[in-house]
């Protein structure tokens, strides 16, 4: 028992260790200079960290883990490992929902958007598994090929409504994920997707069980369709979240899952808090990554995570076999 | 107790199952045989709550099956499926400890500890406890597969086709595994199986069924007759005894 304990804490620590090393890393760089030893001083420096830089690495944290958490459970309701809320019209029919909550009732609140969005999600993911379901299980790639095209179809939609009601800047801001403009009072709704996270993990064994298919599941009593319901809200609303907050961010939720359940195993219970932390590291370091590399000037973190996520992805198709 | 009462299924306008009754008493193993297409299967997997029962009326236990809630159902009854395409990466360990949900909740107790052992070493699984399901050989995750029904430990097991994949030593060891379960736990099970021997030499009873009725029902010796097995299989099969077990010559 200690032997297992010591070999889960190790790696625990030292992911911990990284977590909080891109955390620090993540409050001092950036345009306005709030390097250390200004911190010592100026009381300036503290002003920018409370109200830009600590909302924002917050942000990442807790998208990053929400969008990572989000991809590992919908890969369980569709028994595929290679489809995510970006690619599988979720974040789309968010994008849509907030795009129609703004067109109908242009006054509503934040949370009262983020709302419509999260019921346009359900929808549009709901309909996303159903054919999923219908698409024959000995070929894999159907399904997230099918994702790929039902989330460009439903994208071009909301687009093309978007553009007629001259309301792409919006759009385009709900569909590019960025941090930059993530401040203190802006970002707190995307606790929520925290709460989430929480949610998978104590429903973390039923959520496996779903993944072995619906015999599976009813053979060990569980309620298939409420089960199903309950996934279906965890990935709509962390991606609601994160399409109304920030935008919408690719390849987390498919990376970070597949690197995690590769070493570790489909089971929920193990893979989840892993599968949050590899997310939220992530995130906040491509967000470094997009501050840095044309210093001044700052890359959106969707665009940076576009290219490290492929190659990630690329490597865990073909890299090495486990 | 399993019973069944004027049971009829149709998918597609096509009738799968014809008004069929069965009444299996507690204890023992019963063998569903019958050529592709009689509703074997679909008859098992309507006894295991898997599809709405059309018409008809189930009670497992004296719990109706499509009004008990499942939750107390899975402490009754658990169904192994034919091709389970279970390509997970659960470790098999992981796997099998899953068939003591209903009774865990997900929390394993000392108890729940001991039967996934004892569940792992009956199917030679101890090797390959740490491994992921996905990399195991078909008869292997058969296997697993198998013994997290058994984990289940419930009165009554329902197995589909559970001979699939396994080569002759686990299949006849798993035939022994179940005759001893019905002798010494007093469960009841019910598998469809392809082999008649397989059904002859360890059931105590053989249901034939056709065209999604029940053709012909008894112990295996009155069951094993050239006549009976030429109206169920269509075709002529010797049969002959061995050490006083009827044995069908069915592939000559």
Known sequence: ?322 | MIRIENVSFARGGTEILRDVSLELPSGGVTAIVGPNGAGKSTLLSLIGRLQPLQAGRITVGGHAVDSTPGAELAKVLAILRQDNGVASRLRVRELVAFGRFPHSRGRLSNEDRAHVAASLAAFGLDAFAERFVETLSGGQRQRALIAMAFCQDTPCLLLDEPLNNLDMFHARDLMRRLRAAADERGRTVVAVLHDINHAAAYADRIVAMKDGRVVADGPPAELMTPETLERVFGHRIRVTTIDGRPVALHHL
Not at chain 1, 30 to 50: C, I, M, N, Q, Y
Not at chain 1, 55 to 76: D, I, W
Not at chain 1, 196 to 224: P, Q
Not at chain 1, 285 to 302: A, F, K, M, N, S
Request: charged share 10%; net charge positive; aromatic share 10%.
């Open chain 1, 1 to 322: 028992m200690t032997a297992i304990a010591a070999r889960l804490t190790r790696p625990g620590f030292a992911a911990g260790g990284a977590l909080a090393l891109l955390f620090v890393v993540s409050l001092v760089v950036g345009v306005g200079d709030v390097s250390l030893s200004r911190l010592t001083h100026d009381p300036e420096a503290w002003r920018l960290v409370f109200a830009s830089r600590l909302p924002r690495t917050l942000a990442a944290v807790l998208a990053g883990a929400g969008l990572a958490v989000a991809g590992l459970v919908m890969q369980a309701l569709a028994r595929n490992r290679f489809v995510e809320p970006t690619t599988a019209g979720t974040d789309q029919s968010a994008a849509a929902g907030v795009l129609l909550m703004t067109l109908l009732w242009p006054s509503s609140s934040l949370p009262v958007k983020t709302a419509g969005a999260a019921a346009a999600a359900l929808a549009g993911t709901s309909v996303f598994l159903a054919v999923a379901h219908r698409l024959p299980p000995n070929q894999p790639f159907l399904v997230p090929l099918f994702g790929l095209i039902y989330g460009a179809v439903l994208g071009s939609a909301a687009m093309f409504v978007a553009w007629q009601a001259d309301l792409i800047q919006f759009f385009e801001i709900w569909t590019r994920g960025e941090f930059s403009g993530v401040l203190r009072g802006r970002y707190e709704l995307l606790w929520l997707s925290a709460a989430m996270v929480a949610l998978a993990w104590w429903a973390a064994d039923r959520l496996t069980i779903l993944s072995l298919g619906r015999d599976v599941s009813i053979g060990l009593g569980l309620d298939y369709q409420a089960m199903m319901r309950l996934g279906l809200v965890i990935v709509s609303v962390v991606s609601a979240l994160t399409v109304v907050v920030v935008g919408m961010i690719p390849f987390v939720g498919l990376v970070a899952p597949n690197l995690v359940t590769r070493a570790l195993g489909d089971d929920l219970r193990r893979a989840a808090p892993w599968t949050a932390f590899v997310g939220a590291a992530l995130t906040l370091g491509c967000d470094i990554l997009g501050r840095i590399v044309r210093y001044p000037y700052e890359i959106p973190v969707g665009t940076i995570l576009g290219a490290v996520g492929a190659a990630l992805f690329l490597w865990l198709l073909f890299g090495r076999r486990a």
